[in-house]
């Protein structure tokens, strides 16, 4: 193994940072090393820089926060690794100094994961070539994912799930010794943090492949071990409309899901040549731009939104192997799954828990998967009424926008080909009638202006406090929504037949 630089046969792109870093750090002995240099290969964007130096690299972290008014964390200081975060050109970038893994560069090198990340370009020399002693250029050319040694996913069986992503966004083949290595690592994985777990699955689910993802995730014992809830979905038969079992809709609702958000956010020609995508751009076309803000949110450390978006779809129908029943008398051998959405919730905040999600994603969660079926229940035909709409939002608030999103992907796996293309667009106007309730008549619909507060009440209509109350203030707002009522006086009133009515 040479550690003699070689030209790539290609140029390497490098952000101006890097040549700023070159003019920070004139004589230091320091590499890029890890993706970045992957990446500049590829010319993808860098947000994120790795150097590895043979002391101590908190030092150097500080040097550069201090100098490109940054901040400095130490994050590791029994191996010496310094992280400096800085603002460039509008950009946050992460810039994480190392001390070499083992007792040279080439040890450092040999002990990362997957030879497309252990190459390393000397910073204080030409950037235009690589030290690749592994054969990572050679791999990426071949389009190929190979463990830097045996060893290497033992070691760190979170490594078997970071195959996989690099894997889907790469497009690379894991070969053969990569892939029984994976295999092998996953039942270690309980070794590791959950916080590790998670945001190695998060990042998977944030592809643009999230459902190949997680069949080969299934595929290779990863996914039992991250979120064996999944597993049990394999088999569970449905009843018509489905045409798949349970695990393998899930599948094809977290691929309809992806290029919703997709069609949404940066359509591509394919979302914009299929039909029944564009029949969504179309429906939805008003609310494209608050769409795409919605999606573009981030939770905490950093987690992209339609990545939770799609554990949701992940386990929207968890609860349908628990609550699997015989069907209806003239129909017992079809399958049915009452409140199958109820033990899913459950199920999910618990999965959402064992990840060490934040409080906020866990109650996101829930919500979705408890709510999923409210469109689809809410949709005969007919439009929905206001009382309806204003209900839905009550009960989601803006985890409604979600449970949209997720009602369309669910309804197009459903029927696949099969989907009847009037049908479909019937739906979707239903569909825009619920979101039409949250971004053009919220105050009208969701949360109008309160006529009555429940002091009002309690002095006008002399009662105790107590849940009577609140169910009073709820009809009271239900009413006003319809239009029944529009001032104070009106709604005393109806507040008191309400309660003669009870007493009748």
């Given at each position: 193994?040479?550690?003699?630089?070689?030209?790539?046969?290609?140029?390497?792109?490098?952000?101006?940072?890097?040549?700023?870093?070159?003019?920070?750090?004139?004589?230091?002995?320091?590499?890029?090393?890890?993706?970045?240099?992957r990446?500049?290969?590829?010319?993808?964007?860098?947000?994120?820089?790795?150097?590895?130096?043979?002391?101590?690299?908190?030092?150097?972290?500080?040097?550069?926060?201090?100098?490109?008014?940054?901040?400095?964390?130490?994050?590791?200081?029994?191996?010496?690794?310094?992280?400096?975060?800085?603002?460039?050109?509008?950009?946050?970038?992460?810039?994480?100094v190392?001390?070499?893994?083992?007792?040279?560069?080439?040890?450092?090198?040999?002990?990362?994961?997957?030879?497309?990340n252990?190459m390393?370009?000397?910073?204080?020399?030409?950037?235009?070539?690589?030290?690749?002693?592994?054969?990572?250029?050679?791999?990426?050319?071949?389009?190929?994912?190979?463990?830097?040694?045996?060893?290497?996913?033992?070691?760190?069986?979170?490594?078997?799930?970071?195959?996989?992503?690099?894997?889907?966004?790469?497009?690379?083949?894991?070969?053969p010794?990569?892939?029984?290595?994976?295999?092998?690592?996953?039942?270690?994985?309980?070794?590791?943090?959950?916080?590790?777990?998670?945001?190695?699955?998060?990042?998977?689910?944030?592809?643009?492949?999230?459902?190949?993802?997680?069949?080969?995730?299934?595929?290779?014992?990863?996914?039992?071990?991250?979120?064996p809830?999944?597993e049990?979905?394999?088999g569970?038969?449905?009843?018509?409309?489905?045409?798949?079992?349970?695990?393998?809709?899930?599948?094809?609702?977290?691929?309809?899901?992806?290029?919703?958000?997709?069609?949404?956010?940066?359509?591509?020609?394919?979302?914009?040549?299929?039909?029944?995508?564009?029949?969504?751009?179309?429906?939805?076309?008003?609310?494209?731009?608050?769409?795409?803000?919605?999606?573009?949110?981030?939770?905490?450390?950093q987690?992209?939104?339609?990545?939770?978006l799609?554990?949701?779809?992940?386990?929207?129908?968890s609860?349908?192997?628990?609550?699997?029943?015989?069907?209806?008398s003239?129909?017992?051998?079809?399958?049915?799954?009452p409140?199958?959405?109820?033990?899913?919730?459950?199920?999910a905040?618990?999965?959402?828990?064992?990840?060490?999600?934040?409080?906020?994603?866990?109650?996101?969660?829930?919500?979705i998967?408890r709510?999923?079926m409210?469109?689809?229940?809410?949709?005969?035909?007919e439009?929905?009424?206001?009382?309806?709409v204003?209900?839905?939002?009550?009960?989601?608030?803006?985890?409604?926008?979600?449970?949209?999103?997720?009602a369309?992907?669910d309804?197009?796996?459903?029927?696949?080909?099969?989907?009847?293309?009037?049908?479909?667009?019937?739906?979707?106007?239903?569909?825009?009638?619920?979101?039409?309730?949250?971004?053009?008549?919220?105050?009208?619909?969701?949360?109008?202006?309160?006529?009555?507060?429940?002091?009002?009440?309690?002095?006008?209509?002399?009662?105790?406090?107590?849940?009577?109350?609140?169910?009073?203030?709820?009809?009271?707002?239900?009413?006003?929504?319809?239009?029944?009522?529009t001032?104070?006086?009106?709604?005393?009133?109806?507040?008191?037949?309400?309660?003669?009515?009870?007493?009748?």
């Amino acid at each position: 193994m040479s550690l003699a630089p070689v030209a790539p046969g290609r140029p390497l792109f490098w952000p101006p940072i890097v040549e700023r870093l070159q003019a920070l750090l004139p004589r230091a002995p320091v590499h890029i090393v890890g993706g970045a240099v992957r990446d500049a290969f590829l010319h993808r964007p860098l947000k994120d820089l790795d150097l590895a130096a043979p002391s101590d690299g908190r030092p150097l972290a500080r040097r550069i926060a201090n100098a490109l008014r940054g901040a400095y964390y130490p994050l590791d200081a029994q191996r010496g690794v310094g992280r400096a975060l800085i603002v460039w050109q509008d950009e946050n970038i992460t810039i994480d100094v190392a001390q070499y893994r083992g007792a040279d560069l080439l040890a450092d090198l040999t002990l990362r994961d997957f030879t497309v990340n252990a190459m390393a370009v000397s910073l204080g020399g030409d950037l235009q070539h690589i030290i690749d002693p592994l054969g990572g250029l050679d791999d990426l050319q071949a389009r190929r994912l190979r463990m830097c040694t045996p060893e290497a996913l033992a070691d760190d069986p979170v490594r078997s799930l970071r195959a996989i992503r690099l894997s889907l966004t790469f497009g690379l083949l894991i070969e053969p010794a990569t892939r029984q290595a994976v295999r092998a690592a996953a039942p270690h994985l309980a070794r590791c943090s959950a916080e590790r777990i998670r945001d190695e699955f998060f990042a998977i689910l944030s592809t643009a492949r999230p459902a190949a993802g997680l069949a080969a995730l299934q595929q290779l014992g990863l996914l039992a071990q991250v979120v064996p809830e999944a597993e049990s979905l394999i088999g569970i038969a449905q009843p018509p409309p489905h045409r798949y079992d349970v695990w393998r809709h899930t599948l094809a609702v977290v691929e309809r899901l992806a290029a919703i958000v997709r069609l949404l956010t940066a359509p591509s020609a394919a979302e914009a040549a299929n039909a029944q995508l564009g029949l969504i751009a179309f429906a939805l076309a008003r609310y494209r731009v608050q769409l795409a803000e919605h999606l573009a949110a981030q939770w905490a450390g950093q987690h992209a939104h339609p990545a939770l978006l799609a554990l949701a779809a992940l386990l929207h129908d968890s609860g349908k192997p628990e609550s699997m029943r015989s069907g209806a008398s003239h129909y017992p051998e079809t399958p049915a799954f009452p409140q199958h959405e109820q033990i899913g919730a459950a199920i999910a905040e618990r999965r959402a828990a064992a990840l060490r999600l934040s409080n906020e994603e866990i109650a996101r969660l829930e919500t979705i998967v408890r709510h999923h079926m409210r469109p689809l229940w809410l949709y005969s035909g007919e439009p929905v009424s206001k009382r309806a709409v204003h209900r839905f939002w009550r009960d989601t608030d803006r985890a409604g926008i979600d449970i949209c999103l997720l009602a369309m992907a669910d309804y197009l796996a459903t029927y696949g080909l099969a989907l009847d293309t009037r049908d479909w667009v019937h739906y979707l106007e239903h569909i825009h009638r619920l979101l039409e309730g949250y971004f053009d008549r919220y105050d009208t619909e969701v949360a109008p202006p309160a006529l009555v507060t429940g002091r009002d009440l309690l002095h006008h209509l002399r009662l105790e406090p107590g849940p009577l109350l609140g169910e009073l203030l709820e009809k009271i707002t239900e009413a006003q929504v319809e239009g029944h009522i529009t001032n104070k006086e009106e709604a005393l009133d109806w507040a008191r037949r309400l309660l003669d009515a009870r007493e009748s």
